[in-house]
């Protein structure tokens, strides 16, 4: 039997501290079709943090000069500092083949699919706000003031779930990792995506 398959792009959002970034690490880990695509930022790097691998660290002009070019499959404002994810990095990878993660804000998220209907987008939720923020002071990265700030913007972030394909609870990170997975694992046998041919 001959397979075609067609790449296509995850989208995984979600509040602050919800857990969707050690999901999504996960995934990569466990499944070699998927592929991480690298967000471009005007925020400095943390301690541990390499410039093209967990972000493109770009100056504002740089930036910029990028959005004037629509660069841009999405980009945003969050916490104070710009995001963005560059068109030409997801389509370089989706014609290979890959299946393209995207782990970004409710906002970023919002306008791929607007751009991109076809995308498979995946909310991924505190069990309850209480637990959102012992997870956001336990994660120890930021401070009381930027949690309360975090907390508050979450709310709305909720209330935008009904825009999204599946909603998954990450209540126990097993569970919510083998349904992410699995919503995945679905998706990549789409007649959309993929081209088996019988001989």
Same mark, same amino acid.
């Given at each position: 039997?001959?397979?075609?398959?067609?790449?296509? /792009?995850?989208?995984?959002?979600? $509040?602050? #501290?919800?857990?969707?970034?050690?999901?999504?690490? +996960?995934?990569?880990?466990?499944? $070699?079709?998927?592929?991480?695509?690298?967000?471009?930022?005007?925020?400095?790097? *943390? @301690?541990?943090?390499? =410039?093209?691998?967990?972000?493109?660290?770009?100056?504002?002009? !740089?930036?910029?000069?990028?959005? %004037? !070019?629509?660069?841009?499959?999405?980009?945003?404002?969050?916490?104070?500092?710009? @995001? #963005?994810?560059?068109?030409?990095?997801?389509?370089?990878?989706?014609?290979?083949? /890959?299946?393209?993660?995207? =782990?970004?804000?409710?906002? #970023?998220?919002?306008?791929?699919?607007? !751009?991109?209907?076809?995308? &498979?987008?995946?909310?991924?939720?505190?069990?309850?706000?209480?637990? /959102?923020?012992?997870?956001?002071?336990?994660?120890?990265?930021? =401070? $009381?003031?930027?949690?309360?700030? *975090?907390?508050?913007?979450? +709310?709305?972030?909720?209330?935008?779930?009904?825009?999204? !394909? @599946?909603?998954?609870?990450?209540?126990?990170?097993?569970?919510?990792?083998?349904? &992410?997975?699995?919503?995945? %694992?679905?998706?990549?046998?789409?007649?959309?995506? @993929?081209?088996?041919?019988?001989?």
């Amino acid at each position: 039997m001959k397979e075609d398959r067609k790449g296509m /792009l995850i989208v995984i959002s979600g $509040p602050s #501290g919800t857990g969707k970034g050690t999901i999504c690490k +996960k995934l990569l880990a466990e499944d $070699p079709s998927l592929t991480f695509s690298v967000s471009a930022t005007t925020r400095g790097p *943390r @301690y541990d943090e390499i =410039d093209g691998v967990h972000y493109f660290f770009l100056t504002e002009a !740089q930036y910029d000069d990028l959005l %004037a !070019q629509d660069a841009f499959l999405e980009h945003a404002t969050v916490h104070g500092h710009r @995001y #963005g994810t560059l068109k030409s990095q997801v389509e370089e990878l989706m014609a290979k083949g /890959l299946n393209v993660v995207l =782990d970004i804000d409710p906002q #970023g998220a919002r306008e791929v699919m607007r !751009q991109k209907p076809d995308c &498979v987008s995946i909310f991924i939720l505190p069990p309850s706000y209480a637990e /959102l923020r012992v997870r956001l002071h336990t994660r120890n990265t930021d =401070d $009381p003031q930027e949690i309360e700030r *975090r907390l508050g913007n979450a +709310k709305g972030e909720i209330d935008q779930m009904h825009l999204y !394909q @599946y909603a998954v609870v990450n209540d126990d990170l097993e569970l919510a990792y083998s349904q &992410v997975a699995s919503i995945i %694992a679905a998706e990549k046998q789409r007649t959309t995506r @993929y081209f088996p041919v019988v001989e």
